[in-house]
Nanobody, 126 residues
Framework: QAQLVESGGGLVQAGGSLTLSCAAS????????MGWFRQTPGKEREFVAG???????YYADSVKGRFTISRDNAKNTVYLQMNSLKPEDTAVYYC????????????????????WGQGTQVTVSS
């Protein structure tokens, strides 16, 4: 069982940067595949970035080249570095984890994850 807590959201101007953090409880953090999703009102929660157990990284086309996902297993924390932010990046961002994936796999759908954080709001002003 893992519990996830996001932090680092806030208000930023277009072109700015933010780093989101997701702290995980539990003893098996290094064995989890991790993902970041985002959601705006009235829309489905969408995949943003994922990190496989192998260290492989996957990104949605809309954030490729601007966002970077990383993890620190010693701190049980996964990060999402967001640069060159755009107003369309405004959303609630959620951290997710799953412990039963193959080595190089990152689930791209919401149903592929077992654990979720409560979300953190990111607002990008134009």
């Amino acid at each position: 069982q893992a519990q996830l807590v996001e932090s680092g959201g806030g208000l930023v101007q277009a072109g700015g940067s933010l780093t989101l953090s997701c702290a995980a409880s539990g003893r098996s953090f290094s064995s989890y595949a991790m993902g970041w999703f985002r959601q705006t009102p009235g829309k489905e929660r969408e995949f943003v970035a994922g990190l496989a157990r192998s260290g492989g990284r996957y990104y949605a086309d809309s954030v490729k080249g601007r966002f970077t996902i990383s993890r620190d297993n010693a701190k049980n924390t996964v990060y999402l570095q967001m640069n060159s932010l755009k107003p369309e990046d405004t959303a609630v961002y959620y951290c997710a984890a799953v412990g039963s994936t193959n080595w190089g796999v990152v689930p791209l759908g919401r149903s592929g994850y077992d654990y979720w954080g409560q979300g953190t709001q990111v607002t990008v002003s134009s």
